[in-house]
């Protein structure tokens, strides 16, 4: 190579080392930082990204989310938590690539649990895991669902009888089953007792039956009975203005009536029961008994005896008793008087059951007519 061409060739490279004009700096340093930005981007980018399993019912996806919490990521996936929803975490936990969150609805269920009804929250999604979180015994119990029905959002009605044990006590023995049946009818005919007739149990028939609960059989026959029965009469009274006062006379003599009276007769397990009365019918009615009441008033004064000591005689005869009966009952008051003369004499009923006044006037008539010889004993008192 000649001195010439080094010189030129060294002079070249010298060129190269000049410094860059201010204009080409201003071309390149929006490029730079361009391509800064760039490579700065794709490092917040990847390290904000977050890969979480997200499970919804029972149900699990896996996405990429750049959201930093639970409820971030809720909002994000249009997913609304109602009060009675599970979610885990729980809403407001941070959240971290590789994170699993699970969320549960609620489903309400309209439960008819042994003849209760009430309505529950479940976050189950079959009726097999609802029983589980209801904590129903569902083996040997008869359901109104399967139990792999998936329960919707919006719930279900589910009713449940579960298996229960009962005691029966019929004819003379205690029977022990476990039964599913809704009423006791159905326990008493699944266990083999039948009713007959008028047969019953000491619960209503239809009633739930209850775990632990003693029924008792009642084996009952029933027949019919008619008896007639006498119907007292009644004693009407009227005033008499022609009879003297004090004085009572039966005019009609009452007659008691008849009824026809059916009895429903009751044996309960061997023991008769009081007769029960199912119907009536009158064969004959009542003829009421007339009593004339007298008002009138009776003289006190009978000429050729008033003067005479009826006092001394109704003491000697009676004990001065106007309702005095003596032993053999044929003869009564004051002045011991027979039924027969008393009549005679114009009164009526029992001389006894007259007021005083009145037999001591009856008595003197029947002076003015015998004289003492009524009186064989006591008569001679009259003239002291």
């Known amino acids: 190579m000649s001195p010439s061409q080094s010189s030129h060739r060294a002079a070249r490279g010298r060129r190269r080392r000049v410094p860059e004009r ?3 700096l201003r071309r390149l340093l929006p490029r730079a930082l361009v391509l800064a930005f760039l490579a700065g981007g794709t490092t917040a980018f990847i390290a904000h990204d977050k890969a979480v399993r997200l499970s919804v019912d029972g149900t699990p996806r896996t996405l990429h989310t750049f959201a930093d919490g639970v409820d971030d990521l809720l909002a994000d996936e249009n997913l609304d938590i109602a009060r009675h929803d599970i979610v885990a975490p729980a809403p407001g936990a941070e959240l971290h690539s590789g994170d699993e969150v699970v969320v549960r609805h609620g489903r309400p269920v309209v439960l008819t649990l042994d003849g209760r009804r009430r309505q529950v929250w479940t976050t189950a999604t079959t009726v097999d895991d609802a029983l589980r979180q209801f904590g129903v015994r569902a083996e040997g119990a008869v359901l109104s669902s399967s139990r792999s029905r998936r329960i919707e959002r919006h719930g279900l009605e589910l ?12 004819d003379g023995r205690a029977h022990h089953v476990r039964t599913n049946a809704a009423t006791v009818r159905e326990a008493l005919a699944d266990a083999g007792l039948a009713l007959h007739d008028e047969d019953t149990a000491s619960v209503p028939l239809e009633s739930f039956p209850r775990e632990g609960q003693t029924v008792s059989v009642l084996r009952i026959t029933g027949s019919k009975e008619v008896r007639e029965e006498p119907i007292p009469f009644r004693t009407v009274k009227r005033r008499n203005a022609g009879l003297a006062r004090g ?3 039966v005019v009609q003599q009452g007659r008691p009536g008849v009824r026809r009276v059916t009895y429903r007769l009751r044996t309960v397990n061997g023991v008769r029961q009081k007769p029960q009365r199912v119907d009536s019918d009158v064969v004959h009615r009542p003829r009421a008994q007339i009593v004339h009441i007298g008002t009138k008033a009776l003289p006190t004064s009978v000429a050729g005896a008033d003067h005479l000591a009826w006092g001394e005689l109704a003491r000697c ?3 001065g008793r106007p309702d005095a009966v003596d032993a053999s009952g044929a003869y009564g008051g004051l002045y011991q008087f027979d039924v027969g003369t008393w ?16 037999q001591t006037f009856r008595a003197k008539k029947l002076y003015l007519t015998r004289g003492t010889s009524p009186w064989p004993v006591c008569g001679g008192r009259l003239h002291g």
Do not use: W
């Open 247 to 249: 004085t009572e006379s």
């Open 343 to 358: 009549h005679a004499l114009g009164g009526s009923g029992r001389p006894q059951d007259a007021p005083a006044q009145e």
């Open 22 to 24: 201010p204009e080409t």
């Open 317 to 319: 005869e009676a004990g």
């Open 159 to 170: 009713a449940v009888r579960t298996e229960r044990s009962m005691v029966f006590v019929a």
